[in-house]
């Protein structure tokens, strides 16, 4: 038993980074993140036995993530909807910043199986078949869901980068 939470907590230190990384691009914002993080480590440590003689571990653990992340979207307060403009504004960012910053809106904007296959495609680099086994889906639905979610982003990125001239 100590052997296989020893090789627990050596995994999680060794993936903790990606995997907060990969919850933020999915819900853009990191305490949600973090919570999302937690729920999906909680649900590896449960099943840590069969899940440490997996192939692919990572693969494994991204799924859960996903699929945490998917769940937290169907629930009732998650819904609401914060304010558009804060009442004190800061100082100006720098154009790099600024363009992240709107592809980062532009991405929390889409469904979230867009937003899920864009992330897991484009941040996660996973190719179409491991994106549809992540999410239970054909490779056709992925394919799909990619062509839309592009096909918006890039209409609202021209649009801003339109209104910005």
Known sequence: MASEVAGF???????????????YLLC??????????????VKLYRHWGR???VDNLDAY??????????????????R????ETLPD????????VA?????LAQLAELPPRQRAVIVLRYFCDLS??????????????????????????RGRLVGIAYSEK
């Open 9 to 23: 907590r050596e995994y999680v230190t060794g993936r903790m980074d990606q995997l907060r990384r990969t919850a």
């Open 28 to 41: 853009s914002d990191w305490h949600t993140a973090d919570d999302l993080v937690s729920t999906a480590l």
């Open 51 to 53: 899940a440490s003689t």
């Open 61 to 78: 653990t991204r799924q859960i993530l996903v699929r945490a992340w998917l769940d937290e979207c169907r629930r009732p307060w998650r």
């Open 80 to 83: 609401e909807r914060a304010w």
């Open 89 to 96: 504004r800061g100082a100006p960012v720098a154009f790099e």
């Open 99 to 103: 363009d992240r910053v709107a592809l």
């Open 128 to 153: 179409i078949e491991d994106t549809a086994e992540v999410l239970g889906c054909t490779a056709g639905t992925v394919k799909s869901q990619t062509a839309r979610a592009l096909q918006t982003l």
